[in-house]
């Protein structure tokens, strides 16, 4: 199974770059002085992306890639959220139509964002989503944009790698460990690729959270390990519920040095930590890494240390709580 590259990264910046003022932004890596107690920490803030995720760089790549007559008859999704609206923006920059398919349980916030910017969205059962966007990808033409299991949206994601690789070796750091959320994998497969060209020698990390922790059991298995849908829902990272394809398990197998969990408790801290630290705002998906960093240290933490915060769409009740605990 051929793998995405750095190569296919740089073609995919390349292609995004092209896009202006409507692409994916270039975040930074920010220090956080209060994290020295487990070595230097350096955010890389993807919740500053215009949609609030790192979703947008792989949405918009899948879709600027289209041929314009496939490209003219819509987009599919199927997505808790963030895909939502990576696709829905991705349609209202190509003035294309978008739709996306979402489980009744999606965050509402989330599902509104998407459904502001043009999309048509159809809500269905958790288990349906997939079979439900094929059927209407099928029925109208249009092209689906999976979340994850798909060549040009993980190159779209490889972007991130490659913006982390070109700060670190700015910094002139020799060694570093790059702590990365984990749920369909496309995040991971991505940054892995873009890292590849990084002059410091890297340890790749992946973070999920305890209630959600299939991708570290196939990890260590060496083969995928299929938990239900009520097994991997429970968690209040609602975004890192999706279990890895063939294609990205392919990229976690060779490409990342290991897999961590992080309990609810680690991360609705970890949420109530950026806001106060940084002042960023995460979503506890996108907390899990800065979780791992505060209470994995032993497990997943060198000196030092990027965790990718991959988004920050979270609703004033969670955020509150967060802050409380």
């Not at 392919?250 to 897999?259: M, Q």
């Amino acid at each position: 199974m051929a793998l995405v590259t750095n190569e296919d990264a740089r073609a995919a910046r390349e292609i995004l770059a092209g896009l202006g003022p409507d692409g994916p932004v270039r975040t930074p890596l920010l220090p956080v002085p209060e994290a020295d107690r487990n070595g230097s920490l350096l955010l890389k803030p993807e919740s500053l992306q215009p949609t609030g995720a790192f979703k947008i760089r792989g949405a918009l790549h899948a879709t600027a890639v289209l041929d314009e007559r496939t490209r003219a008859r819509g987009v599919v999704a199927y997505s808790s959220g963030n895909h939502a609206r990576a696709v829905a923006h991705a349609g209202k920059v190509f003035g294309i139509p978008a739709t996306v398919v979402v489980p009744h349980t999606a965050p509402t916030a989330k599902v509104a964002a998407a459904r502001a910017l043009g999309a048509e969205i159809v809500p269905v059962e958790v288990s349906e989503r997939e079979s439900r966007a094929e059927e209407i990808a099928e029925l109208r033409g249009a092209r689906l944009i999976p979340p994850f299991d798909d060549a040009a949206v993980v190159a779209g994601q490889a972007t991130v790698g490659l913006e982390i690789a070109e700060d670190v070796d700015a910094l002139g750091l020799s060694e570093v460990t790059v702590l990365v959320p984990v749920s369909g994998g496309g995040l991971i497969s991505g940054v892995a690729a873009g890292l590849a060209g990084c002059r410091a020698r890297v340890r790749l990390v992946g973070v999920e959270p305890e209630l959600a922790a299939d991708t570290r059991e196939s990890f260590h298995a060496g083969e995928r390990c299929h938990w239900s849908v009520a097994a991997r829902t429970s968690t209040r990272a609602d975004g890192l519920t999706a279990q890895p394809s063939e294609f990205t398990f392919a990229h976690i197998r060779e490409l990342v040095d290991d897999i961590v969990t992080v309990s609810e408790a680690e991360i609705g801290e970890a949420v109530g930590f950026l806001a106060e630290s940084s002042r960023l705002v995460a979503e506890p998906s996108g907390a899990v890494t800065t979780a791992a960093h505060r209470h994995r240290a032993r497990e997943s933490v060198t000196t030092p240390t990027v965790a990718v915060v991959s988004g920050g769409n979270i609703d004033r009740a969670a955020l509150l709580s967060s802050l409380a605990d």
